[in-house]
Structure formats: C-alpha cells, structure tokens
C-alpha cells in the first residue's frame, strides 16, 4: 500500500500467477513492494514474458537476479523495451557482482567496416547507444553506480559514438574523393565537446554541444574517383555526416540530439571552422557567453591535440588576468533570458535544472567564480561542477560550508533530473504532479509506508537545496546591489549627479564630506567619471562606476586622507582606460 496500490493481494496473486514456477520467493515480493510503480511491474513482467519466455525463466531461477529485473520493471517504462531488444545483456546488469566490470568492457566500442555506408553507421551506433544505455540505466535504477558514474559512463557514451562517427565518415570521404593531407599525415579535425559533454556531466536525455575545428595549411583533397574537394568542404561533409549519424531520426531513434549554436558566429557561422578562423572570431567578437562556454570545453573526438591547441590559444580571452566584474551583469541578464523562456514556455511545473535554486544557478555561481578569478588562480580551472566546487575550498573561494550545500543540492538536484528522464527517455527537468510525483520520490528512495509521508519529505528536502542554492546565487549576484543601497544615504549620488551643474555647491558638499582641497576633489571626481582625455569611460563604465560609486565615496571619505584616497583612486581608473 505505500505504492499507493488499492489491491496489494490482488496483485500479488497476478505476479504468482506470471513468475515461473509459481510463487516468487521473498526478496521478489520484497522487490515488487519497493518498486516505485508495483502496477508497471507486474505488467512489463507479463510482457517481458510473452516476448522471451526463457531468458525470463533464466532470471528468475536466481532470487537475486530475479528481484532484480521486478526492481527495474517497476522504475520505467523505457527498461521493458530496452530489456526486450537486449536481452544478451541480462547477465551483466542483474547480477549484483557483474555491476563491477566496467560498461565499456561488457559493450565495446564498436567497429566498423571501412566506408561503411550512412545506413550501416546509423544502425550500428543507434544498437550501441541502446546497449550502453540499458546498462548504464539499470546501474542507476538499482543503486549499484553513484551519480558521478552514472554521469561519466552517459559521457563516454558520447565519445565512443563521436569516434566512431568520424572515423567512418572520414573513411567514407577519403574512399570518395582521397584525403587532405599536410606534410605527409591527414588534416587534423577535432569535436569538441562543451556543456555538460565537457564536464563530463551528461543526463540521460542531454543534447551534446559541440564545436567542429580543422587544421590550417590544407588546400584540397588528393582526388578518388569522385573528384577532388576544397579542405574546407572535405572538413564540411566531414562535420555534416557525423552530425547527421548521431543526430537524424531513423526507425531505431536517434543517438544524440546534437547542438552547434555555440560555435562561432552560431546558428549564422559555419558549421566547421579553421583554427586560424575560429582564434580571429573570439578574439575580435567574442562575448561574455562564450567565454563562460568554453570553461566547460573540451576535445572529445577526432585530433584531441588540435582542440588543446585551440583552447590554450583561448586562454588569455576565457580567462581574463584583470578583474572583470562587469561579466557578472551579462551572467545575470542571461539567467533572466532563461528564466522568461522558463515563464512562456508550455512546462508550469517546478523545473529542477531552470527554476529558482536549480542546477542552472550552481552552474552560474561555478563559472562566475572561474572567470572572475581564475585568470589568476589557474588551481580552479575545471570543467566539472563538482570537482570546481571542491577547488574552491580548497583555494578558500567558497567557505567549506557553502561548498558543501551546493555540491549536497547539485547531486540532488542531477538526481532528481535522472529520474525524471528515465521514465520514457524524455528531454525535460519538470517534476511530474500527482501521483507521477509519489512514483519519483519512490524512484529516488523516498519509500515510507505512508506515500503522503514519502511525498512530504521527497519535497521538504528539494525546496532545502533549492532554497540553499537561490541564497548562494542571490549573494554572489545581487548581494553587492544590497550592500551599495545600504551604503547610499543619498548626499553621494547628488554629488555625482551635480558635478556639472553647480561647482560651488559641489565643492562646499566635498568640504562637508571633509575634503581639504574641495576644488581638486570635484576635478578628481570628474576624471574618475569621465576618464582621461586621451581615453575617455565607455558608457558601460560610467553606468557600472554610478551604480558602485555611493559606497565608494563613502569609503574614500572615512580614508584618514580622503583627498589622497580620491586623488589615487581617480588616478588608477584614470590608468587603466575604458575597460
């Protein structure tokens, strides 16, 4: 009954009924009442069943094992499809001791015969992603991975598909029309993976985001019997097939959902570029966004020292030697983009990975740290949400306290998106209501007698870490915007403001600030404002220096010479220009 079935006995009779050789034993019956959804269990038995009758015999003639299959049965609709495809995988993923041997060595990566065509690429790399999935789904399910390796199994997942893909279309268009070469070897071409790819960090329903690079210095192709091709085109086709392998629907699904807006010049750019190409855009356009994207980047297929070159040349745009605080107001209008796209789009539910304290905003909280100081510190660059987290500690970034919430609250929170998405494969963050909501608490581990009481503290723990989340993200982003109206009494801000309009009045307000030379304060007030003449303030600075300029004046005139503090300080904003 804490499934909120309305006739255990009932059903307990349909699973005697279906188990082979009549009555299940104990830790069956154990299994079926702790499964989230008992009805899914009993019916997906019965089905399981009727499609392979003996390899159903076979696990059931193992208590353990047997158990095991009612506990996955009855998590998700998606494992008693993906069991009926596979069921040569039984072995490995219901027996408790095999959950030691590592997926890639019970599911390979998968070779191909050369230029193989795009019909036997798709089939093969959509058979693979199925069996590394149950696998991987099954560990999970059933407790027997953590959440960090249920994350990096999901990556490598990626990888393996992103190989193989290139190798074979790469194949596919040397057999066509020969290969680019320089200096004797083959035009480098690397994918590199970003996002949640690069951290190594996907879900069961990520897209990946990738970005396509090819070497400099190739002209065209050698020539095959279809011609000759530009280097640039060959390396075109080239990204163009392997996103059409893992990416295009075919009647066995698809691999990935495959996202190319954040290579350069995005949905508008090409969708390769060269390394000379891709340096010059960052370089000359390149924006906050993009530099929080690639803190995250990193080569995951094809020449994976050709992308280490590329992101070391990158280092100096990621990773800025000079404070850039102004970055934290681009952070903050791309999360109120995604929260008004949350806002008007069709899911009103509580969305763990976009709503407020969600693992959007641990993701926001990490990299704004990273590009604030990491130019400096180079001990906390890392592409791992996690790993960040723990460098920040460690580095004394984060208090240990507040590090430890946000790494509580992000596994949490992964958690909770897993489980939702292992239902039916779907591609959404958004907790289900109603009694689809008890069945993921279940799923999660929440499985008292009483399924209001697991319901109750299922939910008492997700508002706990989104709520330590909000706070973290609410300091870091908008705690300085308290501080500064606290530190405004109001006499500042008019002085700034009438700088121009009465220079006597300003400068009797700086003598009664306690200014000794009024006349070269207010001067020294306008330089900080306008800059030098020879490199007047962006009105981005201005705009920043009006909103920080209260507390700022409060603190110069408390100086034991505010006259020298002021003179100083006008004198550094003065140095460093218009950035």
């Known amino acids: 009954r804490a499934a909120g079935v309305a006739d255990p006995d009932a059903l307990v009779a349909r699973l005697s009924a279906s188990w082979p050789g009549g009555a299940p034993p104990a830790p069956v019956l154990a299994a079926l009442a702790g499964a989230p959804d008992p009805v899914l269990a009993v019916a997906s038995l019965i089905r399981l069943r009727d499609?392979?009758?003996?390899?159903?015999?076979?696990?059931?003639?193992?208590?353990?094992?047997?158990?095991?299959?009612?506990?996955?049965?009855?998590?998700?609709?998606?494992?008693?499809?993906?069991?009926?495809?596979?069921?040569?995988?039984?072995?490995?993923?219901?027996?408790?001791?095999?959950?030691?041997?590592?997926?890639?060595?019970?599911?390979?990566?998968?070779?191909?015969?050369?230029?193989?065509?795009?019909?036997?690429?798709?089939?093969?790399?959509?058979?693979?992603?199925?069996?590394?999935?149950?696998?991987?789904?099954?560990?999970?399910?059933?407790?027997?991975?953590?959440?960090?390796?249920?994350?990096?199994?999901?990556?490598?997942?990626?990888?393996?598909?992103?190989?193989?893909?290139?190798?074979?279309?790469?194949?596919?268009?040397?057999?066509?029309?020969?290969?680019?070469?320089?200096?004797?070897?083959?035009?480098?071409?690397?994918?590199?993976?970003?996002?949640?790819?690069?951290?190594g960090e996907l879900n069961f329903s990520s897209d990946i985001d990738l970005v396509y690079l090819y070497a400099d210095g190739g002209t065209e192709s050698t020539g095959g019997p279809r011609g000759t091709l530009s280097a640039r085109e060959f390396m075109s086709r080239l990204a163009e097939g392997v996103t059409r392998a893992l990416h295009q629907a075919t009647d066995d699904g698809f691999v990935f959902r495959v996202d190319l807006r954040l290579r350069p010049e995005g949905t508008n750019g090409p969708i390769v570029n060269s390394l000379a190409n891709a340096l010059l855009y960052y370089e000359s356009w390149g924006q906050t966004w993009e530099r929080a994207a690639y803190l995250k980047a990193r080569p995951v297929a094809g020449d994976c020292a050709l992308g280490d070159a590329l992101l070391r040349d990158l280092e100096p745009f990621v990773y800025r030697r000079y404070l850039d605080y102004a970055m934290l107001d681009d952070l903050k209008q791309m999360k109120a983009r995604v929260k008004r796209a949350l806002a008007a789009g069709p899911d009103k539910g509580m969305n763990v990975k976009l709503g407020r304290g969600g693992i959007r905003e641990v993701e926001f909280v990490v990299q704004s740290l990273q590009l604030i100081h990491a130019g400096k510190d180079e001990r906390i660059r890392e592409r791992n949400s996690l790993a960040a987290l723990a460098r920040f500690v460690e580095t004394r970034y984060l208090s240990a306290d507040e590090s430890r919430r946000l790494a509580d609250a992000y596994r949490f929170l992964r958690d909770v998106e897993h489980k939702i998405q292992l239902v039916d494969e779907r591609q959404t963050q958004v907790i289900p209501s109603g009694e689809g909501e008890v069945q993921l608490a279940r799923r999660l581990g929440y499985r008292d007698l009483d399924p209001a009481a697991a319901l109750a503290r299922f939910q008492a723990d997700r508002r706990r870490h989104m709520d330590a989340v909000a706070t973290s993200f609410t300091d870091l982003f908008y705690g300085s915007q308290a501080t500064f109206a606290e530190a405004d009494d109001g006499r500042y801000a008019r002085l700034l403001a009438g700088l121009d309009d009465d220079a006597d009045k300003a400068e009797a307000e700086l003598a009664a600030l306690g200014f000794r030379d009024p006349r070269s304060a207010r001067d020294d007030l306008v330089l900080l404002r306008d800059g030098a003449p020879s490199s007047r303030a962006t009105p981005r600075r201005k705009q920043l220096l009006l909103a920080v300029a209260p507390a700022l004046l409060g603190e110069v005139a408390r100086a034991p010479d505010p006259d020298l503090a002021l003179r100083h300080l006008a004198g550094f904003m003065g140095a460093i220009g218009a950035r």
């Open 51 to 199: 499609a392979l009758p003996e390899a159903v015999e076979a696990a059931a003639a193992d208590a353990t094992r047997g158990a095991a299959l009612v506990a996955l049965l009855g998590a998700s609709n998606m494992m008693v499809r993906l069991l009926i495809a596979e069921p040569m995988h039984w072995p490995a993923l219901l027996g408790a001791d095999e959950a030691l041997t590592p997926i890639s060595a019970v599911e390979p990566r998968p070779e191909l015969p050369i230029a193989a065509s795009p019909e036997e690429l798709a089939r093969l790399l959509r058979v693979f992603k199925r069996r590394r999935v149950l696998l991987i789904a099954a560990r999970d399910l059933l407790g027997r991975s953590t959440l960090t390796e249920t994350m990096t199994e999901l990556s490598r997942l990626a990888e393996d598909a992103l190989e193989v893909a290139v190798a074979a279309v790469r194949a596919r268009l040397v057999a066509a029309h020969g290969d680019v070469v320089v200096d004797g070897a083959p035009l480098g071409f690397s994918v590199l993976g970003m996002g949640k790819l690069g951290g």
